[in-house]
C-alpha cells in the first residue's frame, strides 16, 4: 500500500475524517490508535492534513457567521435600567481554559456556554495585595465588596493580615459587602453553593474573619466569632432569605457528629430565631424535603445537604442530593417573591475548584457542565430588563490543553505524540498534583498511557511537579455580563471593580457609590 493510502488509514483511526463523534470516548488498550503514530508528522513530505467539519470548508460558512455576531453587535443597545435584581455566578477556578475543555467535552470545541453569549465580557485581574496567586477568600472579598486584601482573609482590609484576631475587630478595618446594601434598602438575599456554606466564596458575603479557615469554634481564637456562628447570628447572615449547601458540621456539636466543642447546635439556634422573629422557616437535609418546600409558605429556607463540600455530580446520589441547578431554582422561586424591592443573589459552583485541586479533570468539566445548566435557568427565568446576571471565576489553575489534539477527539484522551519517549500524551495537564505520582514510574519517567483509564472519575490527569494537591493560578479571567448596565463589566480591570459596577447598576453601596441617574 503506498505511503499516502497508509497515512490517510492513520488519520481516519485517529477521526481526522471529521465524521461527528463522541468526544467522550475512551481508547480500550487493544484499540489500534495507540500503535499508530508518525515521527514528525509535520514534515512528512506526503502528510494527509486533518478533515474538519464539511460545513466550515467554505467560506461562506464563516462569513455568515462573522456577520450574524456584527450584526448582534452593531444592533444590540445598552440598558440603562436600575437593575432591581443582580445575580452572581461564581464559577469557581473555572479559568479560560477550563471553559474551553468544557466546549469540547459538551460537544465541540466551537460550542458556545451559556455564559458565552451573554453581550457583554470582560477580564478581571485576581491577585491578593500580598500574593499574586490568589485564592477565594481574597477573590471573593474583592468582588463582593470592592476592596482589595490578603489571602485567606474576608472582609477586612490589606491592614489585617491572617489569623490576626484583635486587628480584625477593629470596625476601621472591616468591609461592608453588597449584601450589606441590598438588605438596608429591603432586597431578598440569599446564596447557594456546592461547597459548604462556611467556604471562602459565600463566607465573603457575610462574614469577617482573619481566617477564612475559621469555619467553626473548634479552631477560632476566644474573642472572634467563627463564619458558621457569624452566618447564623451575624449582622448580614441573619437575614438571608435562603441558605442552601453543604457543611452542616460546623453546626452541630461534637455529640452530634459535628465538629463544634462549645456544645451548640446553630441549626436549632436558627430555628429558635427565626420563631422569635414569627418568620415560617424551613430547614431541609436532602433533595426530596428540598422539593417539597412550598415558596409562598416559607419565609426562610436552610438546606444543608451533607456534612462538608456536597458530593460531586458525575458521584452524587442524584435521588438524595440536589443539583446545583435545582437548588438555584428553588432559591430564585423563594427570592422572586420580593416583587417591590428585589433580590440580590449569590451562585457558586464550588466543585470546579476542588476536583481540580485533585487534578481530576472530568470530575472539574461535569461540575462546570452543572454550572453552565444553573446559568442557562437563570437566564430562562428572570426578566433581562431588570435583572443584571454576571458570571465570572474567582480565580482560575494551572490546568493546560497541549499537544495537537484533533478536532473531534476526546479533550481528556491521549492527544499528541512524544518523539522524546516514543509514548503518547495527554492534552489535558496541571502544572502540580498528585497526578505526577500516579503517571510517574519507578525508574522516574512517566508511565505508559496506553489502557488507562481516563474517562473514570477517579482518574488524574498527569501533573509536571508533584504536590499534595494542585495549587491555583494567577493569570486573568473571564467575566459575562447580561442586563442592565452589563456595559459596564466589558474591559480588562481589577477584580474590585466587580463591586463597584454591580453596585452602581443596583443603586446599592455607600452615598457617594450611588450616582447612577437612575437612583435619584
Known sequence: MKIKNLLTVYFMFLGFNFVKANNNEEWSYDDPRWDEYIPNWWDEENFVSPVGPSEEFHKSFWENRG????????????????????????????????????????????????FEKFPHTGMSKVYCVNYQVPE??????????GIKNNFSVLGLTADVNLRNCSASKNREFQIDSIFKYAQDAGKSTGFVTTTRVTHATPAAAYA???????????????????????????RIGRKFEVVLGGGRRYFEPTSNGGRRTDGRN???????????????????????????????????LFGIFSDSHMEYKLLANQELQPSLTEMTAKALEMLQKNQ?????????????????????????????????????????????????????????????????????????????????????????MYGQGQGNVEHTAENGFRKNPRGMNYMAASFRQPAAVPMDEGTHSGEDVGVYASGPWSHLFTGVYEQNFIAHAMMYATCLGPSDYLKNPNCR
Not at 403 to 415: A, D, H, Q, S, V
Request: aromatic share 6%; charged share 20%.
Open 67 to 114: 456577520q450574524h455576531l456584527l450584526h448582534q453587535k452593531i444592533t444590540s443597545k445598552v440598558n440603562t435600567n436600575k437593575a432591581k435584581n443582580l445575580i452572581i455566578m461564581v464559577g469557581d477556578g473555572m479559568g479560560l481554559s477550563t471553559t474551553m475543555a468544557a466546549r469540547s467535552y459538551i460537544s465541540d470545541v466551537s460550542h458556545e456556554l451559556a
Open 340 to 428: 417591590k424591592n428585589g433580590f440580590v443573589l449569590l451562585v457558586e459552583g464550588g466543585r470546579i475548584d476542588t476536583s481540580h485541586h485533585q487534578n481530576r479533570a472530568r470530575l472539574a468539566l461535569e461540575e462546570v457542565v452543572e454550572f453552565n445548566k444553573a446559568v442557562e435557568y437563570v437566564k430562562n427565568n428572570t426578566n433581562e430588563a431588570e435583572t443584571l446576571i454576571l458570571v465570572t471565576a474567582d480565580h482560575s489553575h494551572p490546568f493546560t490543553i497541549g499537544g495537537y489534539l484533533p478536532r473531534n477527539r476526546n479533550i481528556l484522551g491521549p492527544g499528541d505524540w512524544s518523539i522524546e519517549d516514543q509514548m503518547w500524551i495527554f492534552s489535558a
Open 136 to 145: 477565594s477568600g481574597c477573590t471573593a472579598t474583592a468582588f463582593l465588596t
Open 266 to 300: 446553630l441549626i436549632n439556634e436558627y430555628m429558635e430565631i427565626q420563631r422569635q422573629n414569627r418568620q415560617r422557616a424551613a430547614v431541609v437535609f436532602a433533595r426530596d424535603h428540598l422539593n417539597a418546600i412550598e415558596t409562598n409558605r416559607t419565609d426562610r
Open 208 to 234: 469577617i474573619s482573619a481566617s477564612r479557615y475559621w469555619e467553626g469554634n473548634e479552631r477560632t481564637p476566644v474573642g472572634c466569632s467563627d463564619i458558621a456562628h457569624q452566618l447564623i447570628h451575624g
